[in-house]
């Protein structure tokens, strides 16, 4: 799978820690993954997140695959089909003209998908001026686009800022153990956030680069 912007990506990936802002989700992402399940999993657009590793150590999954086109370490599709694919903060980046072909891919390797996506604007541009979001869309938008190729896709609740999220299967665990797991990512979450606050002000901006 490829498409036009890949080399544009591929030059943001070799200056800059980008794509790593996925593990945002994952607190709202838990819950769902827990209750499907999956024996194997795909991170398709991972960028240089450690999104499937965090997924596959509190889900108990044995078998995951990290995809990214302008990764060259990933740039390659597994040739095995796998039971759940995530994509979170990608679809975005894709020009409008090239998402079915995206999806469609998606569709072909994965029984299940869980896609996250951004509504608003990224915080940079890409070389010809344009903004790195180059599909902004809102939420039935999306399912428009969505359906042709997972006819059971429904949209979830997500706690972040400017996001859709959508999800190919019923359930998640709920009540007091969801809401137990839930608060445990976002504490996690914050405790790292703050920690790397803490490390650039020690340290000085140089230490980290642009992220999306």
Same mark, same amino acid.
Request: proline share 5%.
């Given at each position: ?11 943001? +990936? ?50 995951? +695959? ?30 409008d003209e090239e998402i079915d072909a995206v999806l469609a891919s998606i569709a072909a390797l994965a029984t299940h998908a ?18 790195? +979001? ?56 914050r405790v790292q956030k703050l920690s790397r606050s803490a490390q650039r002000k020690l340290l000085g901006p140089g230490v ?5």
């Amino acid at each position: 799978m490829d498409h036009s912007l890949v080399g544009e990506y591929a030059k943001l +990936h070799s200056r800059h820690r980008y794509g790593a802002t996925a593990r945002h989700a994952l607190a709202d992402m838990l819950p769902h993954i827990l209750a499907l399940r999956p024996a194997s999993l795909i991170d398709f657009g991972c960028g240089q997140s450690d999104l499937a590793f965090l997924i596959a150590a509190k889900a108990c999954i044995g078998e995951i +695959h990290r995809y990214d086109p302008a990764i060259p370490a990933i740039s390659i599709l597994p040739a095995v089909r796998v039971d759940l694919a995530v994509n979170v903060d990608v679809m975005e980046h894709i020009p409008d003209e090239e998402i079915d072909a995206v999806l469609a891919s998606i569709a072909a390797l994965a029984t299940h998908a869980l896609l996250v996506i951004d509504t608003g604007p990224a915080k940079i541009l890409l070389s010809d001026g344009r903004n790195a +979001h180059v599909s902004q869309h809102g939420a039935s938008w999306w399912l428009e686009r969505l359906r042709p190729h997972f006819p059971a896709i429904r949209q979830m609740p997500i706690h972040r800022r400017n996001r859709v999220a959508f999800k190919t299967w019923d359930g998640e665990v709920g009540g007091l153990a969801g809401f137990s797991v839930r608060m445990r990512e976002r504490a996690i979450y914050r405790v790292q956030k703050l920690s790397r606050s803490a490390q650039r002000k020690l340290l000085g901006p140089g230490v980290h680069g642009a992220v999306l």
